[in-house]
């Protein structure tokens, strides 16, 4: 019984943990989603000043984490960099 019971329980941690690592990467969609337009425009403007790169990204982040708060939205660094690099790629591409 005890056996069962163990078995029970790691399929429903399994699932759980799932639904967590799903949750958290719709979050993440909808956390660039909603500051992607900002990160681009505030990549795009860094783009023009005279400033080495890691200078720009630095300020990006910034930037994009301050306005962030503005919304009331809790950036990690990690997501906040992404959505610099993210960013920083469409710039290239497009301008």
């Given at each position: 019984m005890l056996a069962w019971l163990k078995k029970l329980w790691s399929r429903v941690v399994k699932i759980f943990k799932a639904f967590v690592e799903?949750?958290?990467?719709?979050?993440?969609?909808?956390?660039?989603?909603?500051?992607?337009?900002?990160?681009?425009?505030?990549?795009?403007?860094?783009?023009?000043?005279?400033?080495?790169?890691?200078?720009?990204?630095?300020?990006?982040?910034?930037?994009?984490?301050?306005?962030?708060?503005?919304?009331?939205?809790?950036?990690s660094g990690s997501v906040g960099n992404l959505l610099v690099e993210l960013a920083v790629q469409y710039v290239k591409n497009n301008m």
């Open positions: 799903e949750a958290i990467d719709d979050v993440t969609k909808k956390v660039i989603a909603e500051l992607k337009d900002f990160a681009v425009d505030t990549v795009a403007s860094l783009s023009l000043e005279d400033l080495k790169s890691n200078v720009k990204r630095k300020k990006a982040l910034e930037a994009i984490i301050a306005e962030a708060k503005k919304r009331g939205i809790a950036l």
